[in-house]
């Protein structure tokens, strides 16, 4: 067997839908879960188990059918993948759990495919979450929440070197789903009535003990860094979805919802988010199903009882790690788990490995100290050869949306800054804002309003640099070292410069077209007409000892 090893089954049976995947565990990109193939079946078996009337039934049998058909075709696509029958396997979460004819889904389903459902507690669902939530970012620390159907999980989770700590418990359950508290909210009739306000002070009080209940660690509580809350879950999602449809950067220039982060007050601006929805005059909202549109108000119910039970947040992360994500997440060794994600998704793009290490100096050498991660760094050297070939015409606009819809776009685990720095640094590398088309600019645009204050100047100098690198490297290759680079802050009268030295060993790659060019784009982002937003640093070159200009 080939590549198949690695391949694995997964069939997520939630509340709100049926989720079927196989995903790639390679153990060399495993980190970032690839997916070889994704599906989803929109059967609620939360809403198959009321009648019109809201009472509870059994599962009718043409459900059940709709989902064993469904598994049935899952089970002729893994063949084709040729999946090893031993990584197959179903799980499946509240509504199956709860359901009253349970035992005889599952039982169809086994004669069916031969496949048993594996029901996963409360309390594990919990902690399965939590560990997509883990595989959502280089690094979690704060509150997370599941939001799923029929319920929602709460508990507190820190990463740090591919290890993951939460209560021993896992978390808290509690039977407050997007659908059961929709369905609960509206048995209990109209915001202020004595049924309300009675269910109301329910779910806050739940909320407060399962708080307790999860003993927030400390030094989470006292971060100076405030303590984030990371979201999970087909309602969470919907939410975070709507928020960015009001976000102020506006189209938003990023399609995915992993990695967006709002603060505490838009989050908890939740007539707004109603607003959004029920507006005749606002257009679909992008990835906002008329069923997830339908649960907003119960969302938001929840989102207004968190703000009064939860401590003090500060920013809000979305998620896109569910059961899928967590399962497979726990099952890589901590030494994979600790791996970058950007490091992970560009490892396959670079030229040389045995190289690498140089490359990467030279670029850490120039980075300004904090600024960029080495990971990032790591990352961006990796990449910046991976669209040299494409016409010129190309190449910029090309990198600049390889993070959002291009070669690295369905990298899971980085968060949108992540995907806006080494989009604009890969645009760069190529030329950048004045390289690609009028079409691309605006984006380029959105794109560094996600970056820190001051960070727009260093992408589009470190991307240059790179340009000078792949000039003197072009094969990405680095046989032996052919450039060596310094820099220092001067103090000139005109105030702080970047003063650059670039010594170059090999012989007639001084007076090289490519390199000179590059090179002259290196010293023009020190040109106060070519800062960004106003903010920049003059830059001044010597090359072999002699100033640039002079050559």
Not at 123 to 137: D, P, R
């Amino acid at each position: 067997m080939g590549k198949e090893e690695h391949y694995h089954g997964l069939v997520d049976m939630g509340s709100n839908g049926v989720r079927f995947s196989i995903t790639d565990l390679n153990p060399s990109t495993s980190r970032i879960l690839p997916t070889v193939y994704l599906d989803r079946i929109g059967i609620s078996l939360y809403d198959a188990q009321y009648s019109p009337s809201g009472d509870p039934i059994p599962i009718p049998q043409s459900t059940i059918t709709s989902v064993v058909n469904a598994l049935i075709r899952f089970n002729s696509i893994c063949q084709d993948f040729r999946v090893p029958e031993n990584h197959i396997r179903i799980l499946a979460t509240e509504a199956t759990r709860k359901a009253q004819n349970s035992v005889d889904l599952r039982t169809q389903i086994k004669n069916a495919v031969h496949w048993d459902v594996e029901l996963l507690p409360k309390e594990i669902e919990g902690k399965v979450g939590a560990m997509g939530i883990a595989s959502s970012y280089d690094e979690v620390r704060g509150l997370v929440m599941d939001l799923g159907g029929g319920s929602t999980q709460i508990t507190w989770l820190c990463t740090q070197d591919g290890e993951v700590k939460m209560p021993e418990n896992g978390s808290v359950s509690l039977p407050f789903g997007a659908a059961a508290l929709t369905q609960r909210i509206q048995s209990a009739g109209q915001p202020g009535s004595r049924e309300y306000e009675e269910f109301k002070k329910d779910v806050l009080g739940q909320l407060k003990t399962a708080i307790k209940e999860i003993d927030i660690p400390q030094d989470l509580l006292d971060s100076p860094q405030g303590l984030p809350l990371y979201l999970s879950g087909g309602g969470f999602r919907g939410w975070g979805f709507v928020l960015m449809s009001q976000h102020p950067i506006t189209p938003y220039p990023v399609p995915i919802i992993n990695g967006f982060r709002v603060k505490r007050e838009a989050f908890q601006d939740t007539l707004s988010v109603k607003a959004a929805v029920v507006d005749e005059q606002t257009p679909d909202i992008f990835r906002v199903s008329a069923r997830r549109a339908s649960q907003v108000p119960a969302v938001a119910f929840l989102v207004d009882c968190l703000s009064q039970a939860l401590p003090v947040i500060t920013d809000v992360y979305f998620c896109q790690g569910g059961v899928r994500e967590g399962v497979l997440f726990e099952y890589l060794d901590a030494e994979v788990r600790r791996e970058s994600p950007l490091v992970t998704a560009t490892r396959p793009y670079a030229r040389d490995i045995e190289s690498l290490p140089l490359l990467v100096e030279q670029i850490i050498v120039a980075a300004k100290p904090r600024v960029f991660s080495e990971a990032l760094l790591t990352a961006f050297v990796q990449a910046m050869y991976a669209h040299m070939a494409y016409p010129k015409d190309l190449c910029a606009g090309s990198a600049l949306r390889s993070t959002t819809t291009g070669l690295f776009a369905a990298t899971h685990g980085i968060s949108h800054e992540q995907r806006a720095l080494l989009a604009i640094l890969l645009c760069e590398r190529y030329g950048g804002y004045r390289s690609i088309s009028p079409t691309e600019q605006n984006f380029y645009r959105r794109m560094t309003q996600l970056l820190p204050d001051g960070v727009s100047w260093w992408c589009m100098y470190l991307g240059r640099v790179a340009a000078v690198i792949a000039s003197v490297y072009p094969a990405g290759v680095a046989r032996e070292r052919r450039m060596t680079m310094t820099q220092e802050w001067a103090l000139k009268k005109e105030g702080e410069k970047l003063s650059v030295n670039l010594a170059l060993t090999q012989d007639g790659q001084e007076l090289d077209e490519g390199l000179q060019n590059a090179l002259k784009k290196m010293v023009k982002a020190g040109k106060k007409k070519n800062w960004i937003g106003g903010v920049g640093h003059k830059v001044s070159l010597r090359v072999n000892g002699k100033e640039f200009e002079e050559q």
